[in-house]
T-cell receptor
Framework: QKEVEQNSGPLSVPEGAIASLNCTYS??????FFWYRQYSGKSPELIMS????GDKEDGRFTAQLNKASQYVSLLIRDSQPSDSATYLC????????????FGQGTTLQVKP | DTAVSQTPKYLVTQMGNDKSIKCEQN?????MYWYKQDSKKFLKIMFS???????INETVPNRFSPKSPDKAHLNLHINSLELGDSAVYFC????????????FGPGTRLTVT
């Protein structure tokens, strides 16, 4: 079992729709969860962090965390073509050393 | 006002050579990291330093040697380069070694021929 799992996609949504990206993790003691966006040829850009169960909203982005189910998700409302990128789920495990463990990323395509 | 910077951006070299990548952050962070992104785009941690002290040392060949002259700088030296070392290497920093957000540099694309 991979430590952090994502569906690699591509996930294709029409412009204006809600994109839903999902991630599961194996270390039940994990406390810190992050979503990064990576455009082709660019570096990962932090878009959301979440530490507690529930929802966290920032603009068009909502991160959701369910520690009991070991599940993290990212919702992007009113998707725009500029949101087309690879979205990386990352987790800091129970060792809490700052070691970020990444999923393989989900490629999102937003079609005009 | 670049937060995390790396040099060089591109590095093309032959097998067997030795090369270095440099990273600097001006965020005032205590912790810096090296990550490797392979051809399949999988991103994996290699090393981490907290205030010049090595705290994460993943299973990487000992041809890779990090060095942190101060908490704002982290360099990566690679000896006897191999074809499999071709990848994009990212530097990152965070306020500390715990559950903090990490900010990435622009990356160094290393190509070994």
């Amino acid at each position: 079992q991979k430590e952090v799992e994502q569906n690699s996609g591509p996930l294709s949504v029409p412009e204006g729709a809600i994109a839903s990206l999902n991630c599961t993790y194996s270390d039940r003691g994990s406390q810190s969860f992050f979503w990064y966006r990576q455009y082709s040829g660019k570096s990962p850009e932090l878009i959301m962090s979440i530490y507690s169960n529930g929802d966290k909203e920032d603009g068009r982005f909502t991160a959701q965390l369910n520690k009991a189910s070991q599940y993290v998700s990212l919702l992007i409302r009113d998707s725009q073509p500029s949101d087309s990128a690879t979205y990386l789920c990352a987790v800091i495990g129970s060792s809490n050393t700052g070691k970020l463990i990444f999923g393989q990323g989900t490629t999102l395509q937003v079609k005009p | 006002d670049t937060a995390v910077s790396q040099t060089p951006k591109y590095l093309v070299t032959q097998m067997g050579n030795d090369k270095s990548i440099k990273c600097e952050q001006n965020l005032g962070h205590d912790t810096m990291y090296w990550y490797k992104q392979d051809s399949k785009k999988f991103l994996k941690i290699m090393f981490s330093y907290n205030n010049k002290e090595l705290i994460i040392n993943e299973t990487v060949p000992n041809r890779f040697s990090p060095k942190s002259p101060d908490k704002a700088h982290l360099n990566l030296h690679i000896n006897s380069l191999e074809l499999g070392d071709s990848a994009v290497y990212f530097c990152a920093s965070s306020p500390g070694p715990g559950p903090y957000e990490q900010y990435f540099g622009p990356g160094t694309r290393l190509t070994v021929t």
